[in-house]
């Protein structure tokens, strides 16, 4: 498995991965309808295209040749010290197999003048808080629009220093 960047070529694939991955983990907590409309909304072609070209950020996929197995999104605030880690998902067959930490390494190493990784996730998520937490974040706060603004969707903010 390899981390490079993303490219329109593969966002057709990113949209299905971003699609199972969040039927797996979220079907339970929001229901299969919302999650659709989310999915629908967050995760368009549209919205994954505008995140190849967006300045001081970085589009991930892990490749292993024939599939890609996880994605990775993150952008630098505008004195590049924090770093948003918007999106880290890795596809259910393939988590608890180094995916995911290969992804968050090479975030990581996109941003030499970052001193600070923060991200948003759903508090009943206990697979992804316990990876964070794993990996050297800690919780730092909480907001009730995740994602986008008025989401209306609460999340748990945790941060990790970097540098």
Not at 23 to 41: F, P
Not at 128 to 157: K, M, R, V, W
Request: glycine share 8%.
């Amino acid at each position: 498995m390899f981390v490079r960047m993303a490219s329109e070529r593969d966002l057709e694939t990113i949209k299905a991965l971003l699609a199972d991955t969040w039927h797996a983990t979220y079907d339970a907590i929001y229901g299969v309808e919302r999650v659709d409309e989310i999915t629908a909304e967050w995760h368009s072609l549209a919205s994954l295209k505008a995140r190849l070209t967006r300045p001081n950020s970085e589009f991930l996929v892990a490749d292993d040749g024939k599939t890609i197995a996880g994605m990775a999104f993150a952008a630098a605030s505008g004195d590049a010290k924090t770093v948003m880690l918007h999106q880290l998902y890795v596809l259910p067959r393939h988590q608890r197999a180094g995916v995911g930490r290969l992804l968050l390494d090479e975030i990581e190493q996109c941003f030499p003048e970052a001193r600070m990784l923060r991200l948003e996730v759903e508090e009943a998520n206990a697979g992804a808080i316990a990876f964070y937490e794993a990996n050297g974040f800690a919780h730092a706060g909480a907001t009730a629009n995740c994602g986008a603004d008025q989401s209306g969707i609460p999340a748990l903010i945790f941060e990790k220093k970097l540098g």
